[in-house]
């Protein structure tokens, strides 16, 4: 498969990861204490366990094809933007790196934590690391959307 086949394919997981974590983070956060009824409520209505398993097996997934496809990354673009001159974008790309892999680091203590039955004791530690999950999914779909943006593969 070429680059940009498996750059679309680790957008689509990112996009999958990004609304499950979403949803979970939402649903632990401002839990619904009425029946849903208007979208925001039903929003936050989720089942925040069902979320789980899908988070984890997508963060995984999506970590694997980025590492795929970050040689062509490193060889290709990067050289680019250091060549325009643009330091933050790579800074931002780095940090990207590492807030990936802390978020592989915590993932085993996440799903861990989230496994049925849940206990109480647990719960503010079900909220921060589902919090940290998702501050390092949004941050690293949207470093890597801004500067796929930039400078896409096969530009």
């Not at 679309?8 to 956060?29: K, M, R, W, Y």
């Not at 009824?37 to 209505?45: E, K, P």
């Not at 004791?121 to 690293?140: D, E, K, P, Q, S």
Request: contains cysteine; positive net charge.
């Amino acid at each position: 498969m070429t680059t940009t086949v498996l750059l679309i394919i680790h957008g689509l997981l990112a996009v999958a990861l990004l609304g499950a974590i979403t949803h979970q983070a939402v649903s632990v956060c401002w839990a619904v204490r009425q029946p849903a009824g208007a979208f925001v409520t039903r929003f936050r209505a989720v089942s925040a366990p069902a979320y789980a398993n899908a988070v984890v097996l997508l963060y995984v997934l999506t970590a694997i094809l980025g590492g795929v496809i970050y040689p062509d990354y490193r060889m290709s673009i990067r050289v680019v933007l250091e060549q325009l001159d643009m330091p933050m974008a790579n800074g931002s790309f780095e940090l990207k790196e590492h807030f990936a892999v802390l978020g592989l680091a915590v993932l085993p203590a996440y799903w861990c934590f989230w496994r049925l039955p849940l206990a109480q004791a647990y719960a503010r530690a079900r909220v921060a690391l589902t919090l940290l999950i998702a501050g390092i999914v949004w941050w690293n779909f949207l470093v890597g959307h801004v500067l796929n943006n930039i400078r896409g593969f096969g530009s």
